[in-house]
């Protein structure tokens, strides 16, 4: 059985739409290049100073290698309307040109020897930078145009080509040495010019490497931004053409007064190694002083901060200030004072001779008065227990005097005496003559007297010198013999004994002061002494340090 369809077909008319689809499909594809609906692709776009004679279609490079072509170029009027000024060339890029990176930049560049045929050349960037979005712009500072031949032919223009014979003509009068002849150069002279320049010039290449090295800046990427910061600099100085004519030509005029003191700039010019050997350890001090400097500056910096806040605080200080400095109340003031400033004034002048003695009495006691209550009894004077400064024995003093008047009764203070004897009799003459020989008696032998007569006087007193100027007490006294002794005992050996044991004592304490003032020679023949009146006694030499122990405790307790 047959069906209804199965012998329908596909009419003329639907047969001719699908052709005439297909063919427009066709005859669009074959032109635009592209499939509809879809991406362009990745595009960027680069702003170049001019667009020369790149094409569309042009070719873009990447190491030599095509990776896409420029598919637009729309040409910027400046802001004068007085022609082209710049470009901005869209390029589609293949994905084997992928990544573009941010700092990348970009060159117009000739195919061909003789110009014509431009391609862009690409450099894509460093691998640290982002890459760029599709749609992005290159800047200007990142692109660069190829010298054309013309430009080159307009550069050496008559004056130019005149200003370069300049050059040449003085550049060979330079070579021939200091007095060039007027008919020329002799044979062979400019090649000594030659060969004294390349002498010379070690030195210079010195301080050129320096130069360079510095350039380099100290972190990578310094010298890339030293020379992105002069593109920005020669551009500025682009924009100002009319500015920087001026300033060649006041250069020029600058240069032609040099020129016309070629002399006094020779001599100066002379004179700059003497300068620079003066100058540099200048410098180097200069330099030196920059850390304090430094660290100057960062001690400062907290109070520079709060410099603000202190002078917002001190405003209504110097308001006040200025309200009391107004003449209303400023009148008021002196009114007020008119009586007063009289007296101060007389206050003021007869204080002078107070202010003085004052003074003095404060010099008195820094120089005099406390270098000496600091002082202590020299060592071989006062045992070490009883060594003590003048200060502190003051005090001592201060303490026996009250413990003398701490008991009383109605009849007023009193104080115990204790008396005592012992077999020792001295007799002392008296300073009074009517009085006559004064006489005592101890229960040891005296061993010497201490200040001795010859240096027991006191300090001299100069009543015609201030306190300040005045010679400080002395504390040192030497060690005199002892009075005349006799001891009260029957038997007759007693009192000589006695008295051959005071004069070992007495040697004994000599020899400890001439080893102290370190007088060897003496205190040798003083040990000696002392050796024989030992034996005398029945004592042995290795007993010595004992019996100087013994007189050390004694005079120790004798000084309490």
């Given at each position: 059985m047959t069906r209804p369809n199965d012998n329908r077909r596909i009419s003329n008319f639907q047969i001719g739409l699908i052709a005439l689809v297909l063919t427009v499909v066709g005859f669009y594809l074959a032109f635009t290049k592209s499939i509809p609906f879809t991406s362009d692709g990745y595009t960027i776009k680069a702003v170049f100073e001019d667009a020369q004679s790149i094409r569309a279609k042009s070719p873009v490079r990447v190491s030599g290698v095509d990776v896409g072509e420029v598919t637009e170029i729309e040409h910027l009027q400046d802001e004068d309307?007085?022609?082209e000024d710049a470009a901005v060339i869209t390029m589609k890029i293949e994905d084997a040109g992928r990544p573009i990176r941010e700092d990348a930049t970009m060159q117009l560049r000739p195919r061909l020897f003789l110009e014509g045929n431009l391609f862009v050349d690409i450099q894509p960037g460093s691998p640290s930078a982002d890459e760029l979005e599709s749609g992005s712009i290159v800047p200007l500072e990142q692109t660069a145009i190829s010298v054309q031949f013309d430009q080159v032919l307009t550069s050496l223009q008559a004056p130019v080509r005149e200003q370069l014979q300049v050059f040449l003509r003085e550049f060979g009068t330079a070579l021939c040495g200091a007095n060039p002849p007027e008919d020329g150069c002799e044979p062979g002279s400019g090649s000594d010019g030659f060969r004294e320049v390349f002498r010379t010039s070690p030195a210079a290449f010195g301080s050129t490497a320096q130069v360079n090295e510095a350039l380099l800046g100290r972190q990578p990427g310094d010298l890339a931004g030293f020379v992105r910061n002069l593109g920005t600099t020669f551009g500025a100085l682009n924009a100002r053409q009319s500015e920087l004519q001026d300033l060649v030509t006041n250069l020029r005029i600058v240069t032609g007064s040099f020129a016309a003191e070629s002399d006094a700039l020779e001599l100066g010019i002379s004179e700059l190694?003497?300068?620079?050997?003066?100058g540099r350890p200048a410098l180097a001090k200069l330099n030196e002083a920059f850390p304090q400097l430094r660290a100057f500056a960062r001690d400062a910096l907290p109070g520079v901060r709060a410099a603000n806040k202190a002078?917002?605080?001190?405003?209504?200080?110097?308001?006040?200030?200025r309200q009391l400095v107004s003449e209303p109340e400023l009148r008021g003031l002196v009114s007020d004072l008119r009586p007063t400033i009289p007296s101060l004034a007389r206050l003021a002048k007869e204080s002078l001779p107070f202010l003085e003695e004052a003074r003095g009495l404060s010099s008195c006691f820094n120089e005099v008065v406390i270098p000496w209550s600091n002082l202590e009894v020299p060592a071989h004077e006062v045992p070490?227990?009883?060594?003590?400064?003048v200060y502190k024995l003051t005090g001592y003093g201060l303490a026996g005097?009250?413990?003398e008047s701490r008991s009383g009764d109605a009849q007023g203070q009193w104080f115990r005496v204790l008396g005592s004897g012992g077999p020792n009799t001295i007799s002392l003459p008296s300073p009074d003559s009517d009085i006559g020989a004064l006489a005592g008696n101890f229960t040891f032998p005296l061993l010497g007297a201490q200040p001795a007569i010859q240096s027991s006087a006191k300090t001299p007193f100069r009543p015609d010198q201030p306190c300040e100027n005045q010679e400080p007490p002395q504390l040192g006294a030497s060690l005199g013999a002892a009075?005349?002794?006799?001891s009260v005992e029957s038997n007759a050996v007693g009192p000589q004994t006695d008295g051959e044991t005071a004069d070992l004592a007495r040697d004994v304490l000599e020899l400890q002061q001439l080893e102290a003032e370190g007088d060897e020679e003496a205190a040798a023949a003083k040990?000696?002494?002392?050796?024989e009146a030992m034996e005398e006694l029945g004592m042995k030499p290795k007993e010595l340090p004992k019996l100087q122990a013994q007189l050390a405790t004694l005079m120790g307790m004798i000084a309490r």
């Open positions: 309307g007085n022609g190694p003497d300068l620079l050997a003066e002078l917002d605080d001190a405003n209504p200080w110097i308001g006040q200030v070490e227990a009883a060594r003590q400064p005097v009250a413990g009075p005349t002794s006799n040990r000696a002494t002392v050796f």
